[in-house]
């Protein structure tokens, strides 16, 4: 989609600290990390929030999900990590292309804020 940040840089036309993809997701370093470890995995089709996943294009997110468990092993995460998904302005969603955040290697306090 253009004018979109993430479609950006999952074609790779805005530069970004890739550390997995393939044909139907990408993941990268966040640019503003919350914890030591942070990154994003993003579907390479633009789906604009979680409240645009559907029984037709769903199958993506079990996709990341695998992808987010894979990556986390690589990185010595062991099995401490949050996934976090932030839907509308509410949720403090400020970029609207699907993506999870992936955080690690520190305490996290719940509930979030
Ligand atoms: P949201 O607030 O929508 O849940 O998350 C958007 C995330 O994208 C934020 O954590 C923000 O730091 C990250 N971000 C925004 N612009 C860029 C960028 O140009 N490159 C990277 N790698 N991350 C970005
Ligand atoms: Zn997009």
Same mark, same amino acid.
């Given at each position: ?6 479609? !950006?840089?999952? &074609? =790779? *036309? ?20 919350? &914890? ?22 769903? &199958? ?9 468990? !894979?990556?986390? !092993?690589?990185?010595?995460? =062991? ?5 976090? +998904? +932030?839907?509308? *302005? @509410?949720? =403090?969603?400020?970029? !609207? ?5 992936? @955080? &690690? ?9």
């Amino acid at each position: 989609m253009e004018d979109c940040l993430f479609c !950006k840089i999952a &074609a =790779g *036309e805005i530069p970004s600290k890739k550390i997995y993809e393939d044909d139907r997701v990408v993941a990268f370093y966040d640019i503003d990390p919350q &914890a030591p470890v942070h990154f994003l995995v993003i579907p390479r089709e633009h789906i604009s929030g979680a409240d645009r996943i559907t029984e037709e294009n769903s &199958a993506i997110v079990g996709h990341i999900f695998a992808v987010i468990a !894979k990556i986390t !092993k690589d990185l010595g995460c =062991g099995d401490d990590f949050r996934v976090v +998904n +932030n839907c509308g *302005e @509410l949720a =403090g969603q400020t970029v !609207k292309h699907l993506h999870f955040h992936v @955080l &690690a290697k520190r305490s996290l306090a719940w509930p979030p804020g």
